[in-house]
C-alpha cells in the first residue's frame, strides 16, 4: 500500500459516491449517443453507413453494460459499506 493513501472511511465513502455519480453521467450520455445513432439508422441512405452504424451502437451498448455493472459493484459497496474489490 503506499504510504501516503488516505485509509479515512469517509474518504472512500465519498470517493465512491463521486464515483456513482461520474458513471450516471456517463450513462446518461450514453442514452442519448444511443438514441442519436437509433435515429441516424432510420434515416440512413446507403447500407454501408447503416451498417456502421449498427456497429457503433453494439459498442455503445456494450459499454452501457460494462459501466451498469461497475455502478452496481459501486452502489453494492455504498450500501455494505464495504471497498470494492480491485
Known sequence: ???NA???RAFTAAALRSE???I???LW???AAVLIVA???I???SAAEREALIQTGILVF???AYEGLMFRFITRSIETDHEPAS
Open 43 to 45: 434515416v440512413a441512405e
Open 6 to 8: 488516505i485509509t479515512s
Open 62 to 64: 456494450v459499454i452501457m
Open 24 to 26: 450516471t453521467g456517463l
Open 39 to 41: 435515429v441516424r439508422i
Open 29 to 31: 450520455f450514453l442514452v
Open 20 to 22: 456513482k455519480y461520474r
Open 1 to 3: 500500500m503506499n504510504r
